[in-house]
């Protein structure tokens, strides 16, 4: 818009006016370490990424040597990677459990539940805190002889599940921690999407003689879906990176790769077995994974994603 | 329509403190497990209230670990990083609100763009790039970076001051106050309580960063509060001091904590406000 509107200004006079140029000249300036921090800190990194895929290059030996596609049809036979992926792909699984308990959560708030401020401050409590202090407390909690969950699910059964040795299990206890730690955060969004829905729509709806079931169905869930869109798609970006966990709860990726991610595979391929080059092969197709979920995210968002009147 | 408690909301009201008991359990155990004597922990059935109560751990964590340097380190980061950002941020937020400069929608498309690509594609470029600078193993690649920019802050802010009024910038160059002064006497005052709610974002984000010290750094004099507690980790759990691990846990939360305590206020209620909606 503003693009436009300064070009059909150069139109009509010739060339911009001292205090436009100054204008410019001022929010260029004001942007410039935003600009800096692009190219040197985003682009450079970004293309040395993809460049660095196609040279069989490690930290040890400083000579490059390009390898062409070599690093890529590696990558399709690692069948390590494709366990990476598998791992990556499971920890999408906290995304609808957390989302659904924050819109409980946001929408009882939103009703005005007694003591709703101080549950609030408890929900976000998990969000603030470190996530190492974190894995360090559910190392402990989910101690398979001695843990506190151990010993209240052996109330019910004879062999509770044995968490850190497992990888079943350990990636069941990472589901349960990340979808633990987000429910407050992500109710944060829904309590303001719902303050945002103008009351008359309810008023109205009741006047049609809507129950309140009907109310939440038809009126609610529609007009806060750009909400839940946006924490889709956020929440997308952020579990498909999931590192901290993997590294904490698996030092070595789990018994048979189990448990390792895609994030955790190249930092070990980079800085444990020097494989930079690999390592970069892997980054660029991993981010190039995540760009067309992101792209496909926005396709399909027409079909249900409410715009606005 | 008379208004009487009714029964949905007692069964919502249940619903909600079960899941502020499941929120809390974790760090009530994590502060139980820090005041035990250490053979204390393997008691079954598991000892809620210690007996005795003790402190010990809470002074051995200074000497056990490498936790003090980590906390140094980790303030000399948070506190460069906070002022330096806020201020970079803000300004560009003012630049992209209230300015018009040439570029200006392609190098707000551009920023746009560094939100979708993961961390990790940038990371083992930056590490050979600090490598060659020779930032591997100092606190540079953690501070520069991150006071630069950051871009979420600068589209919450962006949003932010796009609802202020333009008149203001009118009004202060008619006085003949400069681009500069107008942002920094007129438009970040009156963005206080949006500055308060991202530093407390910020501070949470750079205290809590363990991705960026793990692979940049290696030496102890230089890890940050998160590496060094994640030091105290031993994956053979019987052999881990574990009251001492608490403890240094209770200890790399409690900062954040209490800042989030003392602002909840503007921390909610600025992002009710400014309405995201994605």
Not at chain 1, 161 to 178: A, E, G, N, R
Request: with cysteine; net charge positive.
């Amino acid at each position: 818009m503003d693009c436009m509107n300064a070009r059909s200004k150069d139109k009509k006079g010739k060339g911009k006016s001292k205090l436009e140029r100054r204008e410019g000249l001022a929010g260029l300036l004001f942007v410039s370490p935003t600009i800096i921090y692009f190219i040197v800190f985003f682009l450079l990194p970004l293309v040395v990424c993809v460049y660095a895929s196609f040279t069989n290059w490690n930290i040890l030996s400083p000579n490059r040597i390009f390898v062409g596609t070599l690093n890529y049809e590696k990558l399709f036979m690692d069948p390590k990677f494709w366990k990476a992926l598998k791992n990556t792909l499971f920890m999408l699984i906290p995304i609808p459990i957390y989302i659904t308990f924050a819109l409980l959560f946001a929408y009882a708030c939103h009703k005005n539940i007694l003591g709703q401020k101080v549950f609030r401050a408890i929900y976000y409590l998990p969000y603030i805190s470190s996530i190492v202090a974190l894995t360090l407390i559910w190392m402990w909690l989910f101690n398979s002889q001695y843990g506190l969950v151990n010993s209240f699910l052996s109330l019910f059964v004879d062999n509770p599940p044995s968490w850190l040795s497992d990888p079943f299990w350990t990636k069941w206890m990472i589901v349960i921690m990340i979808s633990w730690k987000l429910i407050g955060f992500t109710s944060i969004y829904y309590i303001a999407a719902l303050k945002s829905i103008p009351k008359s729509y309810y008023e109205a709806a009741q006047i049609d003689g809507a129950g309140p079931r009907q109310q939440f169905f038809k009126i609610t869930l529609p007009l806060i879906t750009p909400t839940t869109f946006y924490l889709l798609v956020i929440g997308m970006i952020g579990s498909l990176q999931t590192f901290v966990e993997v590294q904490m709860f698996a030092p070595d990726g789990g018994r048979g790769y189990g448990v390792g991610t895609i994030v955790f595979y190249i930092w070990q391929k980079a800085f444990s077995s020097s494989q930079m080059g690999y390592a970069c092969a892997i980054a660029t197709v991993f981010g190039l994974f995540i760009l067309v979920v992101t792209v496909v995210q926005f396709t399909v968002s027409r079909k249900w994603v409410f715009e606005g009147d | 329509m008379k208004k009487k408690i009714s029964p949905v909301r007692i069964i919502i009201f249940i619903i909600l403190l079960i899941g502020a008991i499941t929120m809390i359990v974790p760090f009530a155990w994590m502060l139980s497990t820090s005041l035990k004597e250490a053979n204390l922990v393997y008691t079954i059935p598991p000892q809620w209230i210690p007996q005795p109560v003790d402190w010990k751990n809470y002074v051995e964590i200074w000497t056990a670990s490498n936790l003090l340097t980590g906390i140094k380190n980790s303030c000399i980061i948070s506190v460069s990083v906070l002022v330096f950002c806020t201020f970079t941020s803000s300004m560009a937020a003012f630049a992209f609100s209230k300015l018009s400069f040439p570029f200006k929608n392609a190098i707000f498309v551009m920023l746009l763009t560094t939100i979708m690509v993961p961390l990790v594609v940038l990371l083992v470029p930056l590490f050979v790039i600090y490598t060659k600078i020779g930032w591997i193993d100092t606190l540079l690649p953690m501070i520069v970076p991150a006071s630069m920019c950051n871009i979420n802050i600068i589209f919450f802010l962006r949003q932010y001051m796009t609802g202020l009024p333009k008149e203001l910038l009118d009004a202060a160059k008619i006085d003949g106050c400069g681009y500069f002064s107008a942002y920094w006497r007129i438009y970040l005052p009156l963005c206080k309580p949006a500055i308060v709610a991202n530093v407390i974002m910020l501070f949470m984000i750079t205290w809590n960063d363990y991705f960026g010290p793990l692979v940049f750094t290696h030496s102890e004099s230089k890890q940050n509060i998160q590496v060094a507690i994640a030091m105290l980790n031993s994956h053979y759990i019987q052999q881990t001091d574990i009251p001492l691990m608490m403890a240094a846990s209770l200890i790399a939360i409690l900062p954040v904590l209490i800042l989030f305590i003392i602002c909840q206020k503007y921390f909610t209620e600025t992002f009710v406000m400014t309405g995201i909606k994605g």
